[in-house]
């Protein structure tokens, strides 16, 4: 708490809060409601200033390079039309639990309730998607409500926070105090709660860890991988957290995602005492709240007292940082009696996984196989919400950690903005995205963006002509009955090249392999559509099967 203070305008007290936090770039629509803090950035040479195409656009990037970085993602945009785009990358920031702040230019204080020019109330529009969204008066008040909101998005279960900030209070100087930059606190388990963890694990006969997204803002995988090992556990995906654990490892059994397959999901049946790591234990982990049933035991340990037991009471329910709980229970002395278990379940994920193609598989699955054979282990793959997800996430084997970064909020328009996150945040990663025709349509704009910032990035677009998913459902609950899930042509090549970006389009698995190649050598952004089949609607099913059950 010691320090000088100095004197500052608040908009200049902004950025000096960002460069305490070593925030390096900032993604942003401009808008003339918050001029002085673009001033203040174009004064700071330190942080790059990534202007994007729609605020929607620009907040998916900034999640994207925050759950990347584990770092705030920030964001800044104008008043109430500004906010109202970019919405939806704080709410997948909220779903998600990516640290994200958002600065939003908001009318002059003296004009406030009168409904100014694009006012909106910000601070209750964003309350119900974000840990904390405030309104600052007092220019003063500056560092130690912007400090408070980097603390607030990494501090416990991390998340995004959003500054209305009024125009008129942006220029105006003040002595401004600073605190020191924040650290994330880590709390660990006491000594009654592990033994209370031993003597629970001591009953089981099959036990099952479901790892989430906290075991990565922790960055616990290795942890999980000692822990894990040590005990002879096998260990589940949470939903989109593929790289919480090395897929090819021989404890790992399997992802608990949307269509998951059944043969899988029969190991979470199975299994007797769960130990939830870094999870909320969402709608799309639990397969609707229905597989982890009353008869299970449950260890649940997250670093948020309000995610333990949110759902399912649990039998043991440990506030604490996933590496802390991990290192913690590395003391527990127990033998396993579950070889047979762990054989039979890890068999169960590698028979339903098998990246074997033949002549006869769609070619979506043909792509998978050859990005898999192609990429480095350790490039970053992010995706956008859609059927052809399916084949990615039963199919790809994320080996490393850090490689994968996609929606838990199934947002469409997520993959290549947040790819572009993404790549600014592991410049020497390779970054590919994979979205439908329908999802990229929804921010399609920012290849642009990537084009004028250099951002190299791999975009697979799967075309189909349709909004697969939902004609899916459509054909399961009302066959035959195709309403409003149609769409046109759109040549995407065409439209990449359009921007100034690289552009492809192939009907062939062989046609792919040598686009692919071509782009992997070109340091540039680049588009590779993929003709695909409407028929092939998903994974599990062709159009004509779901019409004939
Ligand atoms: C922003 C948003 N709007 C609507 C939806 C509902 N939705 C889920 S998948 C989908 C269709 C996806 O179509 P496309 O991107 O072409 O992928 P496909 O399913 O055809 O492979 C829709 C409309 C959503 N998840 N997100
Ligand atoms: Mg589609």
Redesign the pocket.
């Known amino acids: 708490m010691t320090g000088k203070t100095k004197r500052m305008t608040a908009a200049q007290a902004i950025v000096a809060c960002m460069k305490r936090e070593s925030v390096q770039q900032v993604f942003c629509v401009p808008g003339e409601s918050y001029l002085p803090v673009l001033n203040a950035l174009y004064d700071e040479p330190s942080i790059r200033v990534i202007s994007a195409r729609h605020e929607g656009g620009a907040a998916f990037m900034a999640e994207g390079y925050g759950k990347a970085t584990l770092k705030p993602g920030i964001v800044l945009a104008t008043r109430g039309v500004g906010a109202a785009n970019l919405s ?1 990358g704080v709410h997948t920031a909220f779903q998600d639990s990516t640290p994200m702040i958002v600065f939003l230019g908001q009318v002059h204080r003296k004009f406030r309730g009168r409904e100014g020019f694009q006012e909106v109330d910000l601070d209750h529009y964003f309350q119900p998607i974000s840990k904390w969204a405030v309104e600052v008066y007092d220019p003063e008040r500056i560092p130690e409500i912007v400090q408070r909101a980097f603390r607030v998005a990494q501090s416990g279960r991390p998340g995004p926070v959003v500054i209305s900030l009024p125009e008129d209070v942006l220029p105006i100087e003040a002595e401004m105090y600073f605190g020191p930059p924040v650290k994330k606190p880590k709390p660990a388990p006491s000594s009654t709660e592990v033994q209370d963890a031993e003597k629970l694990l001591r009953t089981a006969q099959s036990p099952l860890i479901v790892a989430g997204g906290g075991v990565k803002s922790s960055q616990a995988e290795e942890g999980l991988i000692r822990f894990a090992e040590k005990f002879h556990i096998p260990v589940m995906a949470a939903f989109r957290r593929h790289d919480v654990f090395p897929n090819d490892h021989p404890l790992y059994a399997g992802h608990l995602g949307l269509g998951t397959n059944k043969n899988v999901l029969q190991t979470v049946k199975e299994a007797d005492v769960i130990i939830a790591l870094g999870t909320r234990l969402s709608e799309v982990t639990t397969q609707d709240y229905a597989i982890l049933t009353p008869d299970k035991q449950l260890i649940h340990i997250d670093i948020a007292f309000d995610t333990v037991g949110k759902v399912y009471a649990p039998d043991l329910g440990i506030v604490a940082d996933v590496q802390e709980a991990l290192q913690a229970m590395l003391m527990i002395d127990i033998q396993e009696t579950w070889a047979d278990w762990v054989t039979v379940r890890r068999q169960a994920y590698v028979n339903i996984s098998s990246l074997e193609v033949t002549e006869t598989d769609v070619i979506n699955k043909h792509v998978i196989a050859m990005i898999v054979d192609k990429l480095p282990k350790d490039a970053l793959i992010t995706n ?6 399916g084949w990615l996430h039963g199919f790809y084997p994320f080996r490393e950690k850090h490689t994968y970064v996609g929606p838990t909020s ?4 997520y993959g290549m903005p947040a790819a572009l996150g993404a790549k600014l945040a592991f410049p020497d990663k390779t970054v590919v995205s994979l ?6 349509m ?1 921010t399609v704009q920012e290849l642009e963006t990537a084009v004028r910032y250099a951002i190299p990035v791999i975009c697979l677009v ?1 075309n ?1 002509n ?6 899916m459902h459509q054909e399961m609950h009302y066959p035959e009955k195709v309403m409003a899930t149609d ?1 046109g042509a759109v040549s995407f090549a065409d439209l990449a090249k359009s921007v100034g970006a690289a552009g492809y389009v192939v009907e062939s698995a062989e046609a792919f392999a040598t686009t692919f190649d071509q782009a992997l050598a070109k340091e540039e952004p680049a588009v590779i559509e993929i003709l695909t089949e409407k028929e092939n609607i998903s994974v599990g099913s062709t159009i004509e099967e779901i019409r004939d059950r």
Do not use: P, V
Request: proline share 0%; hydrophobic share 45%.
């Open positions: 939806i956008d919400a859609g059927n052809f997800a199934g947002a469409m328009g979205s439908g025709d329908g999802g990229f929804m799967f189909n349709m909004y697969g998913t939902i004609r769409l």
